[in-house]
């Protein structure tokens, strides 16, 4: 069984940039999240993705959106890249079916910077 | 709205001796709760959840985490700590399903002293 993975590990952008960082969820789940774990601090929700569509969203601007594939894939795309972007970005995967208690199980994330 | 409150931000035990991380959540409905751990430079593994059965509930490396309703708390212990349990750990709350969206504590940092 596959475990979630994400890429790259790390990238180093400037303000200003666009980012897209990529999640492969873990094998046989359908829903995709993504989370933002500032320095020092716990992760924080931005959206999740279930059937293609976003299904929740946290307290983040447009400028962070989403995409999830058919295979269950997904990327996280942030614009006009701001300091305070810069973070370690988790992807979690799940299987949601109505009823279930399945968790989320998290990749390693995406370390980035922006200068 | 959901929160979850981690009091301390670092604790530090010897070798053999008794971890206990605390979390307390606001909630007016029964949650979902969640702990998990982070190694530096790594994701997020879950030790273990609370899903409305058992209230003592066992999870990985020793853990263990008591629902306790009347005081809104879900607190990690392990009987004996190791070396390798330093890391950081996060108690994390769901209200809408263990699937859903996780509201995470700012976490502790457990150093362990030889």
């Known amino acids: 069984e596959t475990g979630v993975t994400q890429s790259p590990t790390h990238l180093i952008k400037t303000r200003g940039q666009q980012v897209t960082l990529r999640c492969s969820s873990q094998?046989?789940?359908?829903?995709v999240s993504w989370y933002q774990q500032a320095l020092g601090q716990g992760p924080q929700f931005i959206f999740q993705?279930?059937?293609?569509?976003?299904?929740g969203r946290g307290n983040f601007p447009p400028r962070f959106s989403g995409l999830q594939f058919p295979n269950y894939s997904s990327e996280l795309n942030v614009n006009a890249l701001e300091l305070d972007d810069s973070a370690l970005y988790l992807c979690?995967?799940?299987?949601?079916?109505?009823?279930?208690?399945?968790?989320?199980?998290f990749g390693p994330g995406t370390r980035l910077t922006v200068l | 709205a959901q929160s979850v409150t981690q009091l301390g931000s670092h604790v530090s035990v010897s070798e053999g001796a008794l971890v206990l991380l605390r979390c307390n959540y606001s909630?007016?409905?029964?949650?979902?709760l969640f702990w998990y751990v982070q190694y530096p430079n790594q994701g997020l593994q879950l030790l273990l959840k609370?899903?409305?059965?058992?209230?003592l509930v066992k999870g990985i490396n020793g853990f263990e985490a008591e629902f306790k309703k009347s005081e809104t708390s879900f607190h990690l212990t392990k009987p004996s700590a190791h070396m390798s349990d330093a890391a950081e750990y996060f108690c994390?709350?769901?209200?809408?399903?263990?699937?859903?969206?996780?509201?995470f504590g700012k976490g502790i940092t457990l150093s362990v002293r030889p």
């Open positions: 979690a995967s799940s299987l949601f079916r109505t009823g279930s208690t399945d968790t989320q199980y």
């Open positions: 094998s046989g789940h359908n829903t």
């Open positions: 993705y279930y059937r293609e569509e976003e299904n």
């Open positions: 909630s007016s409905v029964p949650p979902y």
């Open positions: 609370y899903t409305s059965a058992a209230t």
């Open positions: 994390a709350v769901s209200y809408t399903g263990a699937n859903s969206k996780l509201t």
